[in-house]
């Protein structure tokens, strides 16, 4: 679970997983990824941790976006089976139970599709299936619409993912992106137990840009594109204009179409150093190669040394 300033939902959230994890397991750890709050977070944790010894708190430097707190659950989860879900109580403990049978019956990865969006706007919900076309436009796997970090993975695949190092980090992407054979079930998002999301518009964006540009290259197959158009249409144009003064001696006067062009292709070519700037500062970023996360204090330790079968990590 990470969490960002919700010191009022934990006490609520943890005691329901708890109770769902240990009707499933009886060797089960809770951890949560403390993502740099500024509430009481860590005091309530703390307390946490010393009422439940399955407990195990992570507390972040600093925040390090939630890509990067859950890549750090996973990294400290030892379950034969590792279950993603949020602290603030929209995604409902219920559902564990489905989500464990589905495992049995051989799916390695079992996640959760939201229904509908009606807690969005409906340009936020459009903006949303615009973005999953464009990224599953073309490419070699499909990232499933609607589906978030409600999840259990199978040890194998939480393996395979802490094998990918890179720091722009989409996670919908990486689940994705390594395979194994995947199950949907279909829920509907409780409402926030207290506060408000941080995750708006602004951070849905920014999320967005990340995934598409690790994960596609359209932009740079759209920018190829556009320019061999207009490269077709100038052509066009000039032969157009040669026609009508070699022809009809018509002395096209030609300011006006002139100021535009410029105009319209120092435009483009702006954008298109815009894209390729966003790719360049990305590899930037791969290649200082610093940690997605530093840790600032552990407490608990979870499942530790226990051997065993169906052994669970939420």
């Known amino acids: 679970m990470p969490a960002y300033n919700e010191a009022a939902n934990l006490p609520h959230v943890i005691p329901q997983t708890l109770n769902a994890l240990r009707s499933l397991s009886s060797r089960i750890e809770l951890i949560v990824v403390d993502d740099g709050s500024i509430d009481a977070t860590t005091s309530?944790?703390?307390?946490?941790?010393?009422?439940?010894?399955?407990?195990?708190?992570?507390?972040?430097?600093?925040?390090?976006?939630?890509?990067n707190a859950l890549s750090a659950g996973l990294d400290a989860a030892q379950g034969e089976v590792v279950i993603l879900m949020d602290s603030d109580g929209q995604h409902s403990p219920t559902f564990l139970k489905q989500m464990f049978h589905q495992w049995k019956n051989g799916c390695d990865v079992v996640y959760a599709v939201r229904k509908k969006r009606d807690d969005q706007s409906k340009v936020h919900v459009k903006l949303t299936?615009?973005?999953?076309?464009?990224?599953?436009?073309?490419g070699k796997f499909k990232i499933p619409e609607n589906a978030g970090d409600f999840r259990l993975m199978d040890?194998?695949?939480?393996?395979a993912l802490k094998k990918l190092p890179e720091r722009n980090r989409f996670m919908k992407g990486l689940y994705a992106w390594v395979g194994f054979k995947s199950c949907a079930i279909d829920y509907e998002p409780c409402n926030r137990l207290d506060g408000?999301?941080?995750?708006?518009?602004?951070?849905?964006?920014?999320?967005?840009?990340?995934?598409?540009?690790?994960?596609?290259?359209?932009?740079?197959?759209?920018?190829t594109w556009i320019g061999f158009s207009l490269s077709a249409l100038a052509i066009a144009?000039?032969?157009?204009?040669?026609?009508e003064y070699s022809i009809w001696g018509i002395n096209v006067p030609g300011y006006a179409t002139i100021v535009v062009a410029l105009m319209f292709f120092s435009g483009l070519q702006l954008l298109a150093v815009g894209i390729l700037s966003e790719y360049v500062g990305r590899i930037y970023e791969e290649v200082k190669q610093r940690p997605n996360?530093?840790?600032?204090?552990?407490?608990?330790?979870?499942?530790?040394?226990?051997?065993g079968s169906s052994t669970f990590t939420n």
């Open 44 to 67: 309530v944790m703390k307390d946490m941790c010393a009422q439940f010894s399955e407990i195990v708190f992570l507390e972040l430097s600093r925040n390090f976006g939630k890509e």
């Open 129 to 138: 299936r615009i973005f999953y076309k464009l990224i599953n436009w073309g």
């Open 155 to 159: 040890r194998k695949t939480v393996d």
């Open 196 to 223: 408000k999301s941080n995750f708006g518009m602004s951070s849905s964006i920014t999320l967005a840009l990340t995934g598409m540009l690790a994960f596609s290259i359209v932009p740079l197959r759209a920018l």
């Open 237 to 243: 144009y000039g032969i157009w204009v040669i026609g």
């Open 293 to 307: 996360y530093l840790i600032r204090q552990q407490v608990g330790h979870g499942l530790g040394s226990s051997s």
